[in-house]
């Protein structure tokens, strides 16, 4: 089982579908040269093909275990999280005043797809300390910054995020950890957090846990939550890890998959730390973190889906089963037209997943840059949809990718049915799918951001007409459907009219976004090759499905308010 890094696909996305080389692209990082670039992915890629990959199996086979309160990692993990380190990839969009290479967020979401791509367990790791960098970099105090920043971009510790508890868990407002104010301007944080990622290592100095937690006087809900950096281990005078901080991993949980990353129960017990953002303002900081990482979530997803679109097209050329019609002379599987079509749409969604993400990411890198607010809107539209259709995507390519292996992909050996189980929770972590959903038509919706969108998918597809086939009638045909949606949602008073439709909207606007990506791909080649065959099938046989979503999303909620509880159970 090989994996082959898609730098040149990325650097066709940036290229073609961002626009690598227009003075808007990277904002205020305009000055890399196409060159730069490549090689940094090339450095990503080779990292990610000659360290990584071979731990993927490794770290399925092995889990981390827990041994007297400390995690040990999965064999060869901790050689490969020094290789991320040491070559500077933690750090890559971090700032350049604590170590960091201050690169924009969109090579980063490049970087992290190969990563997770080659690896997912351990790709999970730096995925978390880059989410935590930005939360620092953005609400942490000028001492805690000089401390902290310099550690966590190095890799010398790592960050993780300690949200969930056991009655708090999409109820982020109900939670009850305590932080009481000491003497020393620090504060003493007492509570149990459950499924914190990567919540200990054996292959970093510290561990820096940044907790949503409670002041004693608090509000109740969202408004009442503050949000603390607590370490493994305190930090002396110098920054040095000094005695061990009263955080204990109690227990590690059994998953479905990414067995090789820890997630844990983890207990503060008057545990030592300090403020970030300021008193009750812990929502706002941490969403710095977590909307990051909820990019970086929907890369998991692309760099799964594509991983396990290369072994499901690799083992169908191999494969030799039945007598195809059509066939350059084989017999492999790779020849009858519905493995085919199997293996059209994988590729074809891996690349309308991964022009979303990227997109999202230059909102991203525009909004930090050019600090207007039509892109932090943009940025805020379409990051849960990069969220859910990227993760959605590794979960539909992986199990497209089971059914060409055939009763070879059911079977562990393959490797097939891992890329399947790992891919699972990126729907469930950093806000489930279907709260991402909800955000969207509840919050994202109202402002005019979504019909700016829409109104500049028109201008696109009035500008391809007559150059992209029959492609711009089609996606026409969806623009306008998703565009009545969203007028429909924004008419509704009822919020459960709205949340009814969610997903389904989600998945529309989703859908008619590939289709332009895949539209600007046909243009950049001249409509001939791989990419405007890829194009064709996307617009051909997935944006279809977006009339149906649209009519889903605007249904409303009677139908199912209208079915008793105990009906749900025959």
């Known amino acids: 089982m090989r994996y082959i890094p898609p730098v040149d696909e990325h650097i066709f996305v940036l290229r073609n579908v961002v626009g690598l080389g227009e003075p808007s692209c990277f904002g205020s990082f305009a000055e890399l040269e196409e060159e730069h670039v490549a090689e940094i992915l090339a450095g990503a890629g080779k990292l990610a093909e000659k360290i990584l990959h071979p731990l993927q199996r490794a770290g399925d086979m092995h889990p981390a275990r827990l ?21 500077g990839w933690v750090g890559i969009a971090a700032s350049p005043e604590f170590g ?64 969930t508890e056991p009655e708090a868990g999409s109820d982020v407002g109900n939670l009850k950890s305590i932080a009481e104010p000491d003497v ?26 940044l907790v949503l937690a409670r002041l004693p006087s608090a509000p109740a809900g969202t408004k009442g939550l503050s949000l603390f950096v607590v370490p493994k281990f305190i930090p002396d005078e110098d920054g040095k890890p000094g005695r061990r901080n009263s955080v204990r991993i109690t227990s590690l949980e059994d998953k479905l998959g990414i067995h090789g990353s820890p997630t844990a129960v983890v207990e503060h017990d008057r545990a030592k730390g300090w403020m970030i953002g300021g008193a009750n303002g812990g929502m706002r900081a941490m969403f710095t973190m977590m909307n990051f990482a909820r990019l970086g979530v929907g890369c998991q997803g692309v760099g799964v889906a594509e991983a396990a679109t290369q072994l499901a097209a690799s083992f169908a050329k191999d494969r030799r089963q039945g007598k195809p019609s059509r066939t350059d002379g084989t017999d492999s599987i790779s020849g009858h037209a519905n493995v085919r079509r199997t293996l059209a749409l994988m590729v074809s969604q891996v690349q309308a997943a991964r022009a979303i993400c990227a997109s999202c990411a230059r909102a991203i890198d525009l909004a930090g840059s050019t600090g207007e607010e039509g892109w932090s809107r943009r940025a805020a539209l379409l990051t849960p949809v990069a969220k859910v259709f990227g993760s959605e995507t590794g979960i539909e390519v992986a199990l497209k990718g089971i059914a060409v292996h055939g009763g070879m992909g059911y079977v562990e050996g393959t490797g097939a049915a891992q890329f399947l189980r790992d891919a699972l929770v990126a729907t469930i972590y950093e806000g489930t799918n279907g709260v991402q959903a909800i955000d969207l038509v509840t919050r994202k919706l109202d402002g005019g951001e979504p019909i700016r969108l829409l109104d500049e998918i028109e201008a696109e597809l009035d500008l391809a007409e007559g150059r992209a086939g029959g492609f711009v009638g089609t996606a026409r045909q969806a623009l306008e459907k998703v565009r009545g949606a969203t007028e429909w949602m924004t008419e509704q008073t ?59 999303a605007t249904l409303g909620s009677d139908d199912l308010f209208g079915i008793s509880d105990h009906e749900f159970v025959s």
């Open 184 to 209: 020393d301007g620090s504060f003493k944080l007492t509570g149990r957090k459950i499924f914190i990622s990567w919540a200990d290592a054996d292959f970093a100095e510290n561990v820096c846990h």
């Open 494 to 552: 009822d919020v459960n009219e709205r949340i009814a439709g969610s997903e389904p909207y989600l998945r529309a606007l989703a859908l008619l976004l590939g289709a332009v990506f895949h539209i600007r791909a046909h243009l950049a080649v001249g409509g001939t090759g791989r990419r405007a065959h890829l194009a064709e099938v996307f617009v051909g046989r997935l944006l279809p499905a977006c009339s149906w979503h649209c009519r889903e």
């Open 100 to 163: 960091g290479a201050g690169l924009p967020a969109l090579l980063a979401n490049a970087v992290n797809e190969m990563l997770n791509g080659a690896c997912m367990s351990l790709g999970l790791n730096p995925l978390l300390s880059q989410s935590q960098i930005r939360a620092l970099e953005a609400h942490a105090s000028d001492e805690i910054k000089k401390i902290y920043l310099p550690r966590l971009i190095s890799g010398e510790w790592f960050g993780t995020m300690n949200i």
């Open 67 to 87: 041994s007297n309160g400390d995690v040990l990692t999965s064999p060869g993990f901790a050689g490969g999280y020094r290789a991320i380190a040491e070559g």
